[in-house]
């Protein structure tokens, strides 16, 4: 077989396994694809670099391609989501000296407690919390706004929020530049063994079910190149797929660990795909469920409400029209191609590409092309509810 | 008329740094300044409130710099990357050369063009010596390593140097590796044993 090269952008994070797996264990290759991953130094430069041509696919933050596609920072280009690669897997912690002040208004950690936690950050802290996220356009900024801004006490002066590329965040609070940090792993557990941080949430406590990153390809090459585009999500499917079988847990992270392309030790990747994670040093690891996850629950499927969810926040922040920057978000958010892509084989698929974020407070047996799937949950912190079909949206 | 720009340039190398700084000054743009890192910079831009800032393409700083400039309301006037004010060929011109750029939007693009072609024209003599560099570094330690090779085939079978040598590139060529492969093994296994 005459095989594709194909050029992909990574950030060297646990959650790029399914790119990793994808090649170690020649999924793609089995789909004709040459897979070259190429690490990027940030995600501005990931991004610029799949702007003009010099990647075909990125592993992005979920935000990213619809940012772009709204002409939000950096270059103005339509830029397309095939895929999921992930929901979840983001953690948020507090420096040694926060964590004190929190004690003493009476809380303690109990790691999934949003509301209690956002009240007392905002009773500890008599000076603006000052909040490291690795990309303004990320989920990370999202949950923790959409998190923070409900909490009483709250007030637009009270957080400053800023971006530290994840490498360096263990040290920012470790010198006291930083109070706070949204991230994902391993760096949420490196901060815990370098700076003394806590960590006092998952961020799928926030949202259960947050599109994490999604795999971005420009809206025109994929027009030009979509068999390779259907092969490319077939791929990542099947390892995707192959990375939540608990089984293939302890030889992913030795795949993941051994590979040139992460760079990380086992007890780095270890917590973020066992699911157990330390949040204090010298204390047992916490099972914490719905953090990373692969493919359970339709988790790869770019759900076009998803892409609402996200156009409404860059709305808000950037007093951009809603209708129309909602319009852009769908449409980058290929349901289609992943449709065309994935049923030819026999994947089950959700019925619908559109759902009411945050109906599902728990596992919720739903229609599926092939006759029942079980979703969810995804309900959110509050109990708050996005039905984005209510209103006056053009269905793809 | 054109040494009126503030330039802001990004940069942790102090010979890199000073490099660009000199090409820059060399081209009549006396208003640059030097930052070594992001973690000072919200500071730094609301002091010199640069017209436009220059950094490495691969420096992991960029997404700090970016957060300022779009995000934050450190500065008043919005900034963009130079692509929008600019042609696309330029920009992947830069893209190539390892340089990004960010201007304050309006300024006009006669104004950036010329700042923009010597930052690129920099960049790409400061890679090219790099990349000498480094090749001339890796040419001395494979000397050295194929040198200790040699010695320890000497001691060990009594052999004339030149025969070392031959030794050593008929292994490497049966074996379908380099010799400097079969050097390192060698070296290496020798440390181990001893």
């Known amino acids: ?106 809380w303690t950690n109990s790691f999934d ?18 909040i490291g996220v690795p990309f303004p356009f990320s989920m990370h900024r999202m949950l923790l706004e959409t998190w923070l801004s409900q909490a009483p006490g709250y007030a637009q002066e009270r957080i400053e929020i800023v971006t530290v590329p994840p490498p360096q965040m263990a040290d920012a609070m470790r ?21 003394g941080a806590s960590l006092i949430l998952p961020g799928s406590s926030i949202w259960a079910c ?38 293939n847990t302890p030889l992913a992270t030795s795949i993941l660990a051994r590979s040139q392309h992460l760079d990380l030790p086992d007890h780095a990747i270890d917590p973020a795909l066992t699911h157990q994670i330390t949040t204090k040093l010298g204390q047992p690891p916490r099972q914490t469920d719905r953090f990373l996850r692969f493919y359970q629950s339709a988790a790869n499927f770019p759900w076009l409400s998803q892409a609402s969810w996200i156009a409404d ?36 698929l959700p019925k619908t590409s559109e759902k009411v974020e945050g109906a599902m407070k728990a596992p919720t047996l739903t229609s599926s092309t092939m006759g029942q799937m079980i979703l969810g949950p995804d309900e959110f912190f509050n109990g708050a509810v996005f039905d984005f079909s209510a209103s006056d949206m053009p269905k793809n | 008329m054109q040494n009126d720009l503030n330039i802001l340039v990004v940069e942790a190398d102090q010979t890199k740094a000073h490099e660009i700084l000199e090409a820059l000054k060399d081209g ?42 779009f995000v934050s309301n450190a500065r008043k006037r919005p900034v963009a990357m130079f692509v929008d004010q600019t042609d696309e060929a330029m920009t992947q011109t830069a893209i190539s050369a390892g340089l990004s750029a960010y201007v304050v939007n309006g300024l006009q693009k006669d104004r950036i063009k010329p700042v923009l072609e010597t930052a690129i024209a920099r960049f790409n003599v400061i890679t090219k010596m790099q990349s000498e560099l480094e090749a001339a570094k890796q040419a001395l330690a494979d000397r050295k390593t194929i040198d200790r090779a040699k010695g320890l085939l000497i001691s060990a079978r009594n052999i004339s140097e030149d025969e070392a040598y031959s030794l050593l590139r008929k292994t490497a060529m049966d074996q379908g590796r380099k010799v400097i492969d079969v050097a390192t093994a060698l070296v290496t296994a020798s440390e181990l044993l001893q």
């Open chain 1, 113 to 130: 407690a949003p509301q209690a936690t956002s009240r007392a950050l905002f009773e500890a802290s008599s000076r603006p919390l000052r």
């Open chain 2, 28 to 69: 009549g743009w006396q208003n640059a300044t030097v930052i070594a890192s992001a973690s000072a910079l919200e500071r730094i831009l609301q002091q010199h409130d640069p017209d436009i800032i220059l950094i490495d393409l691969a420096n992991p700083d960029r997404d700090t710099l970016e957060h300022l400039c």
């Open chain 1, 313 to 348: 926040v860059l709305s808000d922040w950037h007093a951009l029209e809603n209708d129309q920057a909602r319009q852009i978000a769908r449409a980058c958010f290929r349901s289609d191609l992943y449709r065309a892509a994935l049923a030819p084989i026999g994947v089950d």
């Open chain 1, 210 to 247: 947050a599109p994490e990153k999604v795999l971005g390809v420009r809206h025109d090459w994929a027009a030009e190149n979509n068999q390779t585009c259907q092969a490319m999500i077939r791929a990542l499917s099947k390892a995707t797929h192959w990375l939540d079988q608990p089984q």
């Open chain 1, 1 to 106: 077989m005459k095989m594709t090269p194909i050029h992909c952008g990574y950030l060297p994070l646990v959650d790029c396994a399914p790119l990793i797996i994808a090649q170690e264990l020649r999924f793609a290759a089995e789909e004709g694809l040459d897979l070259q991953l190429m690490k990027q130094p940030s995600w501005s430069a990931l991004r610029d670099r799949l702007a003009f041509g010099q990647i075909d696919f990125a592993h992005m933050l979920s935000p990213m391609p619809i940012a772009m596609s709204l002409g939000l920072g950096g270059v103005a280009t339509r830029v397309d989501a095939l895929m999921v690669l992930s929901v979840n897997g983001t953690v948020i912690g507090i420096s040694a000296d926060l964590e004190r002040q929190m004690q003493q208004t009476g």
């Open chain 1, 175 to 195: 010198e006291g530049a930083l109070d706070m940090f949204c991230v994902g792993e391993p760096w949420g557990t490196v901060a815990v063994q370098h700076s």
